[in-house]
């Protein structure tokens, strides 16, 4: 007896080893390169290319753009881990802050534009999002993730250079919207769950929280049958759910300092000091 109970506190413990490593936050890749891919996705002329295309607006304009895609961000949003991505990278020149990253979480099936301060203003949230849904996710259902990518880019690029975008070639199905949402929607169930299940209790703050998700989602979709969707999936979220801790307390802005320097062939790159506060937009295909 005393064998078995020995060997079960010993699976247990492996048991209880491997699900924190299984939930424990990925790690950010050190900066060694404009296009870092954690996943084998792109040949190495694919990114060779990129990478050429990045550092010559660099030698142009001074913006720092980086692509990053990791197999995924879990348990993390790619939201929060893209800002610890760019907290540490600092793309962008110090006090001008014009620093971008396209990142995308390919078995997520999640990507984002992060922004610096200094491209809020240029490369606002709204452009970002057209950059995504009409140029990068098309592409990406189609399979082809370096012509999604190097699309984005050149989109990014022309954004930031001064040039227009084309004009949308449709309108999408109104359905679309909510998908569009979802990551804000996502976020709003964390934050407002977290706070309202500390105040009111666990199923009460759950059931404020599906409310205040699914009119917001009404509100912004217009249609019933999605926004009972949203504020269902708020209400198990936040009813089962980590809440807030998950967000350390709903902030993505933080105070990690430093950036990593590497060589990509005899090109020496690494981030130049700038700040990000949460900018862009998020998608998936």
Do not use: H
């Amino acid at each position: 007896m005393k064998l078995l109970r020995a060997f079960l506190v010993l699976v247990i413990a492996a048991l209880s080893i491997a699900g924190l490593n299984t939930y424990a936050d990925v790690p950010v890749p050190p900066l060694t390169a404009r296009v870092a891919d954690e996943t084998g996705t792109l040949t190495g002329e694919q990114r060779a290319s990129l990478e050429q295309t990045l550092k010559d607006f660099e030698a142009r304009k001074g913006t720092q753009i980086s692509v990053l895609i990791v197999p995924t961000t879990q348990p993390e949003t790619i939201e929060q881990y893209s800002m610890r991505v760019v907290e540490k990278w600092k793309l962008g020149r110090a006090k001008v802050d014009d620093g971008a990253m396209l990142i995308i979480a390919k078995n997520d099936r999640a990507l984002r534009i992060e922004v610096g301060y200094g491209l809020e203003g240029v490369l606002t949230d709204a452009t970002s999002n057209r950059i995504i849904y009409d140029t990068i996710v098309p592409r990406f259902k189609q399979g082809d993730f370096y012509g999604g990518i190097a699309a984005g880019v050149d989109g990014i690029i022309r954004v930031i250079g001064g040039e227009p975008l084309p004009a949308p070639a449709q309108r999408r199905r109104e359905g679309d919207g909510i998908g569009r949402l979802l990551p804000l929607l996502f976020v709003m169930a964390v934050v407002a769950g977290g706070v309202l299940r500390a105040i009111l209790g666990r199923l009460p703050g759950a059931t404020v929280t599906g409310g205040i998700v699914g009119v917001l989602a009404w509100f912004l979709s217009g249609t019933v049958i999605l926004a009972v969707i949203a504020g269902a999936i708020a209400l198990v979220f936040t009813l089962v759910g980590s809440g807030i801790g998950a967000y350390g307390g709903g902030r993505y802005i933080g105070g990690r300092s430093g950036s990593f320097g590497g060589r990509s062939g005899r090109d020496i790159f690494k981030g130049g000091g700038g700040g990000f506060g949460g900018g862009g937009a998020s998608g998936r295909w």
